[in-house]
C-alpha cells in the first residue's frame, strides 16, 4: 500500500501590526502620596499606549494633588505651563527640623515651642510673602554640575545653592494647632514656579528659632487647572478599561485656557507652521496661542524683536 503524502497544513501569514498613534492632549491628574511624578508618568504611558508622554512641574512624593501630564504633542506645550503660578495647602511643623525640610526626611533638630502665638507667628509669615529669595532645599531635582542635588546629598556632597528670586503672593495662616513640644500651622500658599513650599517651612522655622519641615502638602492649582478637574489614577485606569486608551483634554482646549488667543488666517497658519514670522500681537514675550481658520491650534507665539516668532509648532 502506498502511503499518501500528507498535506501541510495551512497557515494565515502574519499580519504586521499597525502602529496606533495616540492622541495629543493633557490629563489632569490627581497625583497619590507616595509616588514620584515620574511613577505617574510610567502609569499614564501605559494607559495611553505611548512612551511620549511628559509633566509639567514636579511633585514630591510627599505631596498630593494637581499633576500636569502632556501626551504626544502636548508634551511641547508643558515647559510653559510649568511657569504658570501654583497653589497649595499644607501643614508646617514647628519644633522639629528635617535633613529634607519634610516629613520624608531624618529630624536633624528638635526645639520644644513654647510662647508662639500670632503675634511672633504672623510676623514671620508676613516676611516670608512677597518677592522674596529662597535658598533651594538641598534634596532636590536642581542640577548641580550636571548631577542632581539629591544624589549630590545622599553621596554625603550635599552642596551649596544659591538662592533664587521668587514671588509668593499668598502666605496665609488657615489653623494652628499646639501637640506637645511642636505646633502643627495649617497653610495657604500662592506662589510663582520654582517655589519650594518645604523651604517656605524650613526658613518659618529657623526665622522663630525652632526650626521647621513640612508634614503635608496638596496642590490645588496649576495655572488654570483645578484639582477639581483631576481624576485619580484608579479613575484613569477604570476609564481605560471600557475603553482603550484615556480622555484627554484636547490640544486646542488646553491651550484656549492658559494662554491668551490670537486668531490666524490661512495664510497665516501656513507661514508660522512653516518657520514664518508674523506681524506683532502686541502682548510682548509672554506666549499667546495661535489659532488657524478651522479652530485648530498652530502654534504658540511670542514678539520677538517686533515680530512674532513660533515657540512651538502643532499644525503642520
Given at each position: 500500500m502506498t502511503e499518501q503524502p500528507t498535506t501541510a497544513p495551512q497557515t494565515t501569514p502574519p499580519q504586521t501590526a499597525v502602529p496606533q498613534t495616540a492622541a495629543s492632549g493633557l490629563i489632569i491628574v490627581d497625583k497619590p502620596q507616595g509616588w514620584t511624578s515620574h511613577d505617574v508618568v510610567a502609569r499614564i504611558r501605559k494607559l495611553a499606549r505611548t512612551k511620549r508622554v511628559g509633566h509639567a512641574g514636579t511633585l514630591d512624593p510627599m505631596a498630593t494633588g494637581v499633576l500636569v501630564i502632556g501626551v504626544e504633542k502636548a508634551t511641547r506645550l508643558l515647559g510653559y505651563l510649568a511657569l504658570t503660578e501654583k497653589e497649595y495647602t499644607g501643614t508646617i511643623r514647628l519644633g522639629q527640623a528635617t535633613d529634607t525640610d519634610d516629613a520624608d526626611g531624618t529630624v536633624i533638630g528638635c526645639v520644644p515651642v513654647v510662647n508662639i502665638d500670632e503675634t511672633r507667628l504672623l510676623p514671620a509669615v508676613a516676611a516670608l510673602t512677597g518677592d522674596i529669595r529662597q535658598v533651594p532645599p538641598g534634596v532636590s531635582a536642581i542640577k548641580v554640575g550636571g548631577k542632581r542635588s539629591y544624589r549630590l546629598a545622599r553621596e554625603g556632597r550635599a552642596p551649596e545653592l544659591a538662592p533664587r528670586a521668587v514671588t509668593v503672593s499668598r502666605f496665609d495662616v488657615l489653623a494652628v494647632r499646639q501637640s506637645g513640644d511642636v505646633l502643627d500651622v495649617a497653610v495657604a500658599v500662592t506662589c510663582s514656579s520654582g517655589t519650594y513650599?518645604?523651604?517656605?517651612?524650613?526658613?518659618?522655622?529657623?526665622?522663630?528659632?525652632v526650626g521647621g519641615h513640612l508634614t503635608a502638602l496638596r496642590r490645588t492649582r496649576v495655572g488654570p487647572y483645578l484639582v477639581s478637574q483631576a481624576r485619580t489614577l484608579d479613575q484613569l485606569a477604570a476609564e481605560a478599561e471600557q475603553e482603550p486608551g484615556v480622555a484627554l483634554t484636547s490640544l486646542a482646549d488646553a491651550a484656549a485656557q492658559a494662554f491668551p488667543r490670537r486668531e490666524l488666517s490661512a495664510a497665516e497658519a501656513r507661514?508660522?507652521?512653516?518657520?514664518?514670522?508674523?506681524?506683532?500681537?502686541?502682548?510682548?514675550?509672554?506666549?499667546?496661542?495661535?489659532?488657524?481658520?478651522?479652530?485648530?491650534?498652530?502654534?504658540l507665539l511670542a514678539d520677538d524683536d517686533g515680530r512674532a516668532r513660533s515657540l512651538a509648532v502643532f499644525s503642520q
Open positions: 513650599i518645604r523651604a517656605l517651612a524650613r526658613d518659618l522655622g529657623a526665622a522663630l528659632g507661514l508660522i507652521s512653516h518657520g514664518g514670522k508674523l506681524d506683532p500681537g502686541g502682548t510682548g514675550s509672554a506666549p499667546v496661542a495661535g489659532f488657524g481658520p478651522d479652530g485648530s491650534l498652530v502654534a
